[in-house]
């Protein structure tokens, strides 16, 4: 959806809707690491908008308009999690979250990339609501257990628990390391995948590296996750055989997605984006997204569903 000014809806420019403009993106960077939907967080800010005019209108008391547009939006960000995990337990399929290209995010969101990659965002669906927003406050933005426990109406020692178990849940360290892959391990499986080379890809992932594919009921794909190297391997050579034996076109890309590179794999016109998380070098986690209701804030501007962002890049003898 896009922004409609809270001002423009509901009269003059006010000291909520100001702050709210200067927020905005700050908030949006929250929900959508809450709920792994970039348009249901757009949702949720612009709702919070008209919240907070409404509370100023009606002569509420506001100290910081900063904290108070935080609180609703976590609280509003916590009951629709709340409302959607039903839902999501019961999609075709594994579901993933909505892949945005970096250059789409605002750069209040993308200026610290922690909790924001779609390998950790997946990983979160694992916490209770309450735990991945103490997670999301204090890494992707350095709240303290005393801010977070205002907003959750909870001790900080709560807070600090949360905060603890979700980490260890999520593998997540005391110094963020970058878990997107680097051009020599995208082409590699590019590679792989494109001359059915399963015995060199094996080299590239770890024994334990799992395939999750989102067609979402839209698009042909798995339904249950994919084990072992092999396996994974002979999933992409399956689907481009398939492709080759009906004259389809395909082409793979990269693609700067979550404010890391990935994949995009066209076959017969129809793209994809593909996530890989890294580790030690290998590659143990293939996120495949196909489902086309969550593909349209990946291409750039201007961009059409299966065009390339760019080519894969050559690299250095």
């Given at each position: 959806?896009s922004?409609v000014?809270?001002?423009?809806?509901?009269?003059?420019?006010?000291?909520?809707?100001?702050?709210?403009?200067t927020?905005?993106?700050?908030?949006?960077?929250?929900?959508y690491?809450?709920?792994?939907?970039?348009?249901a967080?757009?949702?949720?800010?612009?709702?919070?908008?008209?919240e907070?005019?409404?509370?100023e209108?009606?002569?509420?008391?506001?100290?910081?308009?900063?904290?108070?547009?935080t609180?609703?939006?976590?609280?509003?960000?916590?009951?629709?999690?709340?409302?959607?995990?039903?839902?999501r337990?019961e999609?075709?399929?594994?579901?993933?979250?909505?892949?945005?290209?970096?250059?789409?995010?605002?750069d209040d969101?993308?200026?610290?990339?922690?909790?924001?990659?779609?390998?950790?965002?997946?990983?979160?669906?694992?916490?209770?609501?309450?735990?991945?927003?103490?997670?999301?406050?204090?890494?992707?933005?350095?709240?303290?257990?005393?801010e977070?426990?205002?907003?959750?109406?909870r001790?900080?020692?709560?807070?600090r628990?949360l905060?603890?178990?979700?980490e260890k849940?999520?593998?997540?360290?005391?110094?963020?390391?970058?878990?997107?892959?680097?051009?020599?391990?995208?082409?590699?499986?590019?590679?792989?995948?494109?001359?059915?080379?399963?015995?060199?890809?094996?080299?590239i992932?770890?024994?334990?590296?799992?395939?999750?594919?989102?067609?979402?009921?839209?698009?042909?794909?798995?339904?249950?996750?994919?084990?072992?190297?092999?396996?994974?391997v002979?999933?992409?050579?399956g689907?481009?055989?398939?492709?080759?034996a009906s004259?389809?076109?395909?082409?793979v890309?990269?693609?700067?997605?979550?404010?890391?590179?990935?994949?995009?794999?066209?076959?017969?016109?129809?793209?994809?984006v593909i996530?890989?998380?890294m580790r030690?070098?290998l590659?143990?986690?293939?996120?495949?997204?196909?489902?086309?209701?969550?593909?349209?804030?990946?291409?750039?501007?201007?961009?059409?569903?299966?065009?390339?962002s760019?080519p894969?890049?050559?690299?250095?003898?």
């Amino acid at each position: 959806m896009s922004f409609v000014s809270p001002a423009g809806s509901l009269g003059d420019v006010t000291t909520a809707s100001l702050a709210w403009s200067t927020e905005r993106n700050r908030l949006v960077g929250i929900a959508y690491r809450m709920l792994g939907d970039f348009g249901a967080a757009e949702d949720i800010v612009s709702d919070v908008a008209l919240e907070a005019l409404r509370a100023e209108s009606s002569g509420d008391e506001v100290r910081s308009w900063a904290a108070w547009l935080t609180t609703v939006c976590v609280r509003r960000s916590i009951d629709q999690l709340r409302r959607v995990q039903s839902a999501r337990e019961e999609y075709p399929g594994p579901w993933l979250p909505e892949p945005v290209a970096t250059e789409r995010l605002p750069d209040d969101v993308v200026a610290d990339r922690e909790m924001l990659s779609l390998a950790v965002l997946h990983l979160a669906e694992q916490l209770e609501p309450a735990a991945r927003a103490a997670v999301v406050l204090h890494r992707a933005f350095a709240m303290t257990s005393v801010e977070i426990a205002r907003i959750l109406d909870r001790s900080p020692a709560s807070v600090r628990q949360l905060i603890s178990r979700g980490e260890k849940r999520l593998q997540l360290r005391d110094e963020p390391a970058a878990s997107g892959a680097d051009v020599a391990a995208l082409r590699a499986l590019v590679t792989a995948i494109e001359t059915g080379d399963v015995a060199g890809v094996a080299g590239i992932l770890t024994d334990d590296a799992i395939l999750w594919a989102d067609g979402g009921g839209r698009v042909k794909s798995a339904l249950n996750p994919i084990f072992g190297a092999e396996r994974i391997v002979r999933f992409f050579v399956g689907i481009l055989d398939k492709a080759a034996a009906s004259g389809a076109a395909i082409s793979v890309g990269v693609v700067d997605v979550n404010g890391e590179r990935g994949l995009s794999l066209s076959v017969g016109g129809m793209a994809d984006v593909i996530s890989l998380e890294m580790r030690g070098g290998l590659i143990a986690g293939v996120r495949r997204v196909s489902n086309p209701e969550k593909l349209s804030r990946v291409w750039w501007t201007g961009g059409t569903s299966g065009s390339m962002s760019e080519p894969l890049p050559k690299l250095d003898a």
